[in-house]
């Protein structure tokens, strides 16, 4: 399954094309990291991956919840990622108003990670919304190498959490985190779960043993059937 701007649900995303440089940016995506996802990962997911549940079952706005979703994403994420290692970030940035939820503190992402040096594309997508409808956007695309303990990671993941609980400061564009060593992508859409893909099955085995009871339970036999015998 994919998803659009803003962890939205869609059947379909491909790139359509890179339409240009953005503004005072730097040269296109960096070509290792460029190459990896054009290889392992066109539409930066895969077949290959475990969904965790982040908020249930707790109501939404509850403070339970949201203590729950940062608990739980932080552990996920501290358990695919050292301080010591260097990842990418690519950050989805469509600009425009949520026409759901609104995005108040658009620039609240921007005050916890700095995109100074950061390579800048404007790239243009289709997406096929639950209708069968042809969406087409364009957003600024960046993407960076950094040390993971130079990346303020639990504020960035507690306003993910906070976008659609109407709480801020919030953050409502795409972020992930991608290790071209461990061959590994972490993408948390919302306060609802995250997605933890691999080309690889073992490479993330260990993360669909250890958070068993957090697994989304309606695909909880997609995942044993690609790790229980792996």
């Not at 953005?22 to 895969?46: T, V």
């Amino acid at each position: 399954m994919n998803f659009s701007a803003n962890g939205r649900e869609c059947f379909k995303h491909k790139i359509i094309a890179y339409v240009g440089k953005a503004k005072d940016g730097n040269d296109y995506m960096d070509k290792l990291l460029k190459d990896f996802l054009n290889k392992n990962y066109p539409d930066i997911n895969h077949d290959i991956h475990v969904r965790f549940e982040l908020g249930d079952p707790f109501p939404n706005g509850s403070d339970e919840r949201i203590r729950q979703v940062i608990y739980r994403a932080t552990s996920i994420f501290e358990n695919i990622f050292s301080e010591e290692d260097y990842i990418y970030l690519v950050i989805k940035d469509w600009e425009n108003e949520d026409p759901m939820f609104g995005n108040t503190t658009p620039q609240y992402l921007y005050t916890v990670f700095n995109t100074a040096g950061a390579d800048t594309d404007v790239v243009e997508v289709e997406d096929e919304d639950v209708d069968g409808e042809k969406i087409y956007q364009t957003h600024k695309e960046y993407s960076i190498k950094i040390k993971v303990e130079n990346i303020d990671y639990k504020n960035i993941l507690t306003g993910i959490g906070n976008y659609e609980q109407g709480r801020e400061p919030s953050i409502g564009q795409s972020i992930y985190f991608i290790s071209v060593e461990k061959n590994v992508i972490f993408y948390m859409y919302d306060d609802r779960g995250c997605l933890v893909s691999s080309n690889s099955p073992a490479n993330i085995k260990f993360l669909y043993n250890k958070f068993n009871d957090w697994l989304v339970e309606y695909y909880r036999k997609y995942f044993d059937s690609i790790f229980e015998k792996k």
